[in-house]
Nanobody, 121 residues
């Protein structure tokens, strides 16, 4: 069994910062890519940022220069540092991973349960 558990969400004022964390645990053999997606009410889930094992990253245009994704491979953990937050960043943020389990199963798009981020004054 594999789990992705997010933490770090909350309520923050515009211009503020939050740091999200996601820990992958369980019967994991290796993780290829990890990333963050978000879904606002009434909208489709969208990619925020993604990082692969070698360290390459990609970001949604709307967060470039404000958000930074990083990863600790030894801890199977991915982080999202969010600065200069805007009300339009309000959403549920989901952790995502592409990974191999110990049993040899490939999981393309394994999801966490999400953490709420609310940006409001």
């Amino acid at each position: 069994q594999v789990q992705l558990v997010e933490s770090g969400g909350g309520l923050v004022q515009p211009g503020g910062s939050l740091r999200l964390s996601c820990v992958a645990s369980g019967s994991i053999f290796s993780i290829n890519a990890m990333g963050w997606y978000r879904q606002a009410p009434g909208k489709q889930r969208e990619l925020v940022a993604r990082i692969v094992t070698g360290g390459s990253t990609n970001y949604a245009d709307s967060v470039k220069g404000r958000f930074t994704i990083s990863r600790d491979n030894d801890k199977n953990t991915v982080y999202l540092q969010m600065n200069s937050l805007k009300p339009e960043d309000t959403a549920v943020y989901f952790c995502n991973a592409d990974l191999w389990s110990v049993a040899g199963t490939w999981y393309d798009d394994y999801w966490g349960q999400g953490t709420q981020v609310t940006v409001s004054s």
